[in-house]
């Protein structure tokens, strides 16, 4: 049955700081298996690359396929990536500067790799084969402990001249005197406010005042027996919690915000929002929404179509095996 006619079949990796998730994708673009297995990034480069190609090779084996029928490896990585140069440039997760992981992988697999910064894989698997298949351009931020987005054209990735396009989650959006200092070195950029990590800080800031207010009752954000999370303030929202409320509202505030400008600069067919505190669902979409409305101009109000990412947290290995099964790769 296998033999000469045989399908090409695709291994798409998401290299994580902490896990190492590695899928098989068919000739038809289905995602058929997922294995994962942890990174161990302070073991050092070598291991990390020898994690991803036992990695790929079990997914490959778990699903019953036969190694030589992979066409091609595509791997999504956090960090600053030169995909032409198949270079890590830095990742601060990973703790890399100027690694050659595309060369390294193709030694150790014998076949053709490609790698992305993992924003960009998980936008280009919803743009293939997610809520935004069919759509072009498409522009999809991922929403999670940062702020990662990606940007779409033709089906293909634009990184830019020096694969940093698309890092939405440095837009400076926070007027100053609201603005914290960002990871990156600037103030108010929007991973600030509207990432998980964002809005943990603003929650936490939220439940301080409220105690040297002494009125602590008024959030039940204060009550809770263990540190906070993203999560409980999206649910604390849900219940009509008014703090955490406004908190969600001021993270769709900046996100409407961020995507309005995006809009006007790029003119995409349709925004997906994705990652973990995506999860919170409509209600955010529903915000994000209302906000861009305000933020861009009329036109763009009614054309562009803002909707939730759709293969949740498969979205970087599909994109990554997308690379290869669609063409995917940087544009020029
Ligand atoms: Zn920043």
Redesign the pocket.
Known sequence: MNGWMAQPIYVGIDLGGTSIKTGVVDAFGRLVHVHERRTEADRGVEHVIAGMMEAARQAVRECGYDWNRVAGIGAGIPGFIDMRAGLVRLSPNLRWKDVPVRRLLEEAAGLPVQILNDANAAALGEALSGAGAGCDPVVCFTIGTGIGSGIIIGGRVFEGAHGMAAEA??MRVVPDPEAVK???G?IG?L?TVSSATGIVRMAREAVEHARMDNRGGRTKLADLPRPLTARDVFEAARDGDEVAGAIVDRAALYLGRALAAVAVLINPQRMIIGGGVSAAGEMLIDLIRGHFAREAPGLYRESVDIVAAALGNHAGVVGAAGIFRMGGGPIG
Do not use: K, N, P
């Open positions: 989650g440095h960002c990871g990156c600037q950029c991973e």
